[in-house]
């Protein structure tokens, strides 16, 4: 073993130098063997240019983490000689040098080394860097080196991309400031509403544009839903294997997103998958298995508590008691609902993979099995995925290549579909915990008892679940290939085509003596959804440098995609068995009106960007779009997006230089405009709607659904954005700032018009709302160069969200809520001056107690009495009405971020993340409904501390038979949250280990998720979001699936 140090006069950390044995032959030929029949036989060998023999092996490593890196440059100086690692950090290559020699060795994000190699073969150890502008982040179409970006640009973590995920969405989660990720549902393969700098549209899209290898989509869960099944949409994202994910780039301001036009207001997502190196082959194995449950469960009251509720609900109407203090007595604890229906599940994850590549070609193949059941009974989600990305250098001029992924998956859901018009309701989370505690679940001879005489449908809502079916399939097909050719050093072409094919399948029925069909006699539906997108991009790029001082880029081009939907539904009801399920529509005696559709939209786009850069000390970018869009009117199809962007490096700068405490700074500034066509289909358009009516007989015929708007424009956003980096003590601790804001124009809203149109409404371009906020994210290097590593990283966001118009003469209206129970009590109110999400409702005031001299008193009802609940009377007016409600609060955090830790000691490394949100509000309408005490349902445990006139209770109203439910202060909670997210602690073996085995990496890791959340919310978790990706109805809970805790092992080896 051999010491060798840094070239130079500046000292270098000792590296150590360790023997390697060679890949044995029989592995080496089995995977050639393999990987030849996929693609062919000359990606797999290395080339090399003997000049003298000798021949330079090594591996390269994290210094902290110990695990191997690939893709690491390794040079030597003086020559033209380089090779890029494969993925166990493996190099290997003849030089025409003889030892000693020079050894360059780069890698993105980490710091370059120039080492002095005197035998192979060598083990290099690179320390991660904080913050270093030479580094290459990737923005549209391309890539820039980091020191001549003007724009807001966050990198996800590599220890995030690293940890265990169900689907991509979730890698985002407090990985970047200004990201806001709000898990809707813990539904095996539910989807997450994630936020950018805020909200901007109140009727259009809000979430993000996702660019996965160069063929953008939207993450809309439409287009995995027919309509036939019901619970939470299937996340599209899900069908994309996170481990597949090489880096993931956040675009969030004017200048980096003016590249994606009218899809970029709401941000920008870009996904690089994994590629072929140059290098040898390799093949690799990442898996893991784990349980997971229930985090915390709701107070509910026992049997013997709901009895004695029921009594008294009966008394205050002088109706004789169910229940005798025997009867009370003997009854306990009852059936405990939650326990039965919630369980302890598995998941777990397997994928195999190899890569590889020569001097020519570079491959990447991997197939993945994720399964996940849920800790809800009978739900689950299950992903067969395969990716394959192949490149090919056809000469110095010409390359080719292909990225393309394909998935299955299945799920089964519960009924949590928070829509009263859904084919399945009611919400089966809701029936778990709202049904008597008094009811057994199990009749004497083990069945499940059906028999609840408090309700008038069968009521067991574990047979429930375990009988009704509610499964969606989903096969995604999502690809491109392209051709690049360099006409010259600095002038290339690039043409490339891609195709996003979605079909979704959904299977439901509800059998004649569950509680979803027995009113019905069983309900069967089957739908189909089909959604084609094609992509065509064509760009040229022009780069030169002059005189060393200027540097020049040039990007132009065209792009055209258009998407097709095609959808089917059918269904009936009334079945004669239930043995055919879903599989038989014809037998059901009702058959229900089918429906089918097809949707189109076209985008044909011209774009261009110009980044010029002097002494890569001033950079100034001028990027720019012009979208034609097929969703809006002739003479508005087009609109135009441009920004500018300034950047000054002012750490190169010799008055900066001699402050020996910075290490680098950057000064940015810009400005541009974005737009949004997220609007749905047809809008400016008046469709017409197939209806039935009575003209001498029953006839169909065909209304406008909607007036047509020939003005119809883009919802379009102007954003401001500076912003500073800051490196410190040699990039030990880097800060990265951004201050901005944002103001969304021509806010497509549903104006009211005169009744004489035949229309109450027409959609039109009169909003405005503005975002306004801070971001903030450091990274730091506590220890330094020791044995003991410990890396920080704290992310920070600050947004204020603000309505500034809805219309000439219009202050607010209430959101309308795809739910009737809830929509009924317009608990959203949107007001100009007021945030989106503002919530709206009665402030509470005690309860009435005897002795209070109740005619004097403002009511809500003239029968209202003592033991119930008290309302601030809020204009003094005497009484309480409408005009009494207030600002309850709003959805919108005052701040949300993470902090990371992240130790090392020898081989071990420990993960710790940290996530919260302060300030936020929820709307926890699934307690309100808990707490409309009624002779059927169970009620939460607080009721058990009602009032009664020898229990003055100044919280609790007295027991009453469904009293009419009030949207108040009593249901909006603090919904701010700090919870330990993840926990990890992985072993990585020596090398010297595992080439016993033939490994070239061999780890293993232990990973706690969930683990602690601190919060004052009383529903199952903070993070909820009950209508999902609703733009008005974020933060209600009504019933949504419960996150959960998860605990599991797995292992990382590669050969």
């Known amino acids: 073993m051999q010491n060798i140090g840094k070239a130079g006069t500046l000292s270098f950390p000792a590296l150590r130098v360790i023997t390697q044995n060679k890949t044995g032959k029989t592995l080496k030929m089995l995977v050639s063997l393999f990987l030849t029949s996929l693609i062919y036989s000359s990606a797999f060998s290395q080339t090399t240019r003997p000049l003298i023999n000798s021949t330079l092996r090594g591996r390269v490593i994290d210094s902290r983490t110990k695990s191997p890196l690939g893709g690491v440059l390794v040079h030597i100086k003086g020559t033209t000689h380089e090779v890029a690692t494969d993925d166990q950090g493996q190099f290997n290559f003849v030089t025409g040098q003889k030892f000693p020699y020079t050894l360059i060795v780069s890698l993105i994000g980490y710091k370059k080394e120039e080492l002095v190699v005197s035998e192979s073969t060598v083990e290099i150890q690179l320390e991660e860097s904080v913050n270093l502008l030479n580094d290459v982040v990737i923005v549209g179409y391309g890539t820039q080196r980091k020191s001549d970006v003007t724009g807001s640009v966050s990198s996800v973590p590599r220890e995030n991309l690293n940890q265990v995920s169900p689907s991509v969405d979730n890698l985002l989660r407090g990985a970047a400031p200004g990201v806001q990720v709000t898990q809707s549902s813990g539904q095996p393969g539910a989807s997450a509403s994630i936020r950018i700098r805020g909200g901007n549209s109140i009727t259009g899209g809000n979430e993000p544009l996702y660019v996965i290898d160069g063929f953008p989509i939207y993450n809309d869960n439409g287009n995995t839903s027919t309509g036939a099944g019901s619970g939470a949409g299937t ?29 970029g207001a709401n941000g920008v997502v870009l996904i690089t998958t994994k590629k072929g190196r140059r290098g040898s082959n390799s093949v690799s194995y990442q898996g893991y298995y784990g349980t997971q449950k229930l985090s915390d469960k709701i107070d509910l009251l026992n049997g013997s508590q709901w009895a004695s509720l029921r009594n008294d609900i009966l008394a205050s109407t002088n109706q004789p008691a169910s229940f005798t203090p025997d009867q009370i007595a003997a009854i306990g604890n009852g059936t405990d609902w939650q326990s039965a229906a919630f369980h302890t599940s598995p998941v777990q994850n397997h994928e195999l993979s190899f890569a590889g590549g020569d001097d020519k070609s570079r491959f990447a193949v991997s197939g993945n099995y994720f399964s996940q059941d849920g800790i809800v009974k009978n739900t689950d989600f299950t992903r067969y995925a395969g990716r394959f990305n192949y490149e090919r250098d056809f000469s110095d001029k010409f390359k080719f290549g292909i990225n393309s992924t394909g998935s299955y998956s299945t799920s089964q859901g519960a009924a949590t579909n928070s829509s009263s018009t859904s084919l399945s309701s009611p919400n089966a989370i809701t029936n778990v915990i709202v049904t008597s505690p008094v009811i057994s679940l199990y009749n004497a001879d083990g069945t499940f008892n059906l028999n609840n005489p408090y309700m008038t449908t069968p009521g067991n809502p574990v047979y429930d679940l375990d009988l009704v079916t509610n499964q969606t399939n989903i096969t995604r097909i999502l690809g491109n290939a392209f051709g690049e050719y360099k006409f010259t050093r600095d002038f290339s072409a690039k043409v490339s085509v891609g195709a996003d094919l979605i079909g979704a399948k959904q299977n439901y029925y509800a059998p004649s003596n569950s509680s979803n069909g027995y009113l019905l006699l069983g309900s069967a539906a089957v739908g189909s959804r089909q959604t084609n997108s094609w992509l065509n991009e064509n760009t040229v790029n022009y780069n030169h440098s002059f005189n060393d001082k200027h540097t020049l880029s040039v990007l132009a081009g065209y792009t055209t995609q258009h998407s097709k939907s095609e959808n089917v539904l059918a269904g009936s009801k009334n079945f004669v068995t239930d043995q055919t399920t879903y599989n038989n529509l014809q037998s059901g005696a009702q058959i229900n009106t089918p429906s089918s559709g097809t949707y189109e939209w076209s985008l044909n786009s011209f774009l261009a960007r110009i980044n010029y850069s002097f002494l890569h000390r001033y950079n100034f970018t001028f990027s720019g779009r012009a979208d034609g869009s097929s969703r809006f009117s002739k003479g508005n199809y087009w609109g135009y997006f441009p920004s500018v962007g300034l950047s000054w490096n002012a750490g190169d700068e010799k008055f900066i230089k001699n402050i020996d405490a910075i290490s680098n700074l950057k000064i940015r500034f810009s400005v541009g405009s ?54 410190l003590f040699d990039s030990r601790i880097s800060l990265v700032a951004d201050a901005y804001y944002k103001k969304t124009t021509d806010l497509l809203l549903n104006v009211p018009i005169p009744i004489s149109s035949g229309f109450a409404t027409s959609l039109q371009n009169v909003g405005s709302v503005e975002n306004k906020g801070f971001e903030l994210g450091i990274n730091s290097d506590n220890l330094g160069k020791s044995q003991f590593t410990w890396k920080t990283s704290l992310v920070y966001s600050l947004n204020r969200n603000k309505v500034l118009s809805l219309g000439e003469n219009v202050k607010s209206f209430f959101a309308n809520i795809n739910n009737s129970t809830v929509n009924l009590l317009q608990p959203v109110n949107i007001i100009v001056g007021q945030p989106l999400g503002t919530f709206w409702g009665y402030r509470t005031n005690g309860i009435f107690q005897l002795g209070d001299e109740m005619s004097k008193l403002p009511k809500i009802k003239a029968s209202d009495t003592f033991g119930d609940r008290r309302y601030v009377d809020t204009n003094n007016d005497g009484a309480i009405t409408a005009a009494d409600k207030v600002s309850l609060g709003s959805v919108q955090p005052k701040f949300s971020g993470s902090l990371s830790n992240t130790f090392g000691y020898k081989n071990f490394d420990l993960l710790v993340f940290i996530q919260g949100s302060y300030g936020n509000e929820i709307y926890n309408a699934f307690k309100q409904q808990l707490e409309i005490t009624n002779l059927v349902q169970n009620s939460t445990a607080d009721i058990a501390n009602r009032w009664t006139p020898t229990n003055p209770s100044n919280e609790i109203p007295r027991a009453t038979n469904s009293p009419v439910a009030q949207m108040s202060n009593r249901y909006v909670e603090d919904g701010s949250y700090l919870r330990l997210k993840t926990l990890t602690l992985g072993y990585t073996f020596k090398n010297e280990l595992i080439s016993k085995i033939k490994a070239k990496q061999l780890r293993l890791f232990v990973t706690a998720q969930n683990l602690a959340t601190w919060t004052k919310y009383t529903g199952y978790d903070p993070e909820v979001s009950s209508f999902e990706q609703s733009n008005t109805a974020q933060g209600i809970d009504y019933g949504a699936y419960p996150n959960y805790r998860t605990f599991l092992a797995g292992l990382n080896v590669s050969f």
């Open 235 to 263: 996340n599209a994202l899900s069908t994309i294997n996170p481990s597949d994910i090489e880096s993931i780039d956040i675009l969030k301001d004017a200048s980096a997103t003016a590249i994606y036009g009218s899809r």
């Open 674 to 727: 974005t737009g949004n066509q997220e609007i749905g289909y047809y809008q400016a358009l008046a469709p017409l709607n197939a209806v039935t009516y009575n003209f001498a007989s029953l006839t169909t015929g065909f209304a406008p659904a909607s007036l047509s708007n020939p003005n119809l424009k883009w919802e379009k956003t102007l954003q401001y954005n500076a912003g500073i980096d800051l490196g």
